[in-house]
């Protein structure tokens, strides 16, 4: 079982950055594609952005590309979300999670965070 603690989250004005973290409790982290969703207010969760587990394969929501970039520590069971120029759209609860295989994060992962929310003011 893995559990996925995501930190980072806050306050910020349109057009700055935030990077989120997400520190995993399993000790295959490495075996593990990793990524993030996020949850608007009153809209449905939607996929944001996945990584294999090497790393060297990124995926990317087409409403966040160019804008963020997804990396992991596997030294230190560690995914990062780093988000630039954010705009008030990008305002919600993100939310770490974890699967086998980034056909599977990117789709319907087994495994998520509690979410950490992201505000981002106009």
């Known amino acids: 079982q893995v559990q996925l603690l995501e930190s980072g989250g806050g306050l910020v004005q349109a057009g700055g950055s935030l990077r989120l973290s997400c520190a995993a409790s399993?000790?295959?982290?490495?075996?593990?594609?990793m990524g993030w969703f996020r949850q608007a207010p009153g809209k449905e969760r939607e996929f944001v952005a996945a990584?294999?587990?090497?790393?060297?394969?990124?995926y990317f929501a087409d409403s966040v590309k160019g804008r963020f970039t997804i990396s992991r520590d596997n030294a230190k069971n560690t995914v990062y979300l780093q988000m630039n120029s954010l705009k008030p759209e990008d305002t919600a609860v993100y939310y770490c999670?974890?699967?086998?295989?980034?056909?599977?994060?990117?789709?319907?992962?087994?495994?998520w965070g509690q979410g950490t929310q992201v505000t981002v003011s106009a």
């Open positions: 990584i294999s587990w090497s790393g060297g394969t990124t």
């Open positions: 399993e000790r295959t982290f490495s075996r593990y594609a």
């Open positions: 999670v974890a699967d086998t295989t980034t056909a599977v994060v990117t789709t319907g992962p087994n495994y």
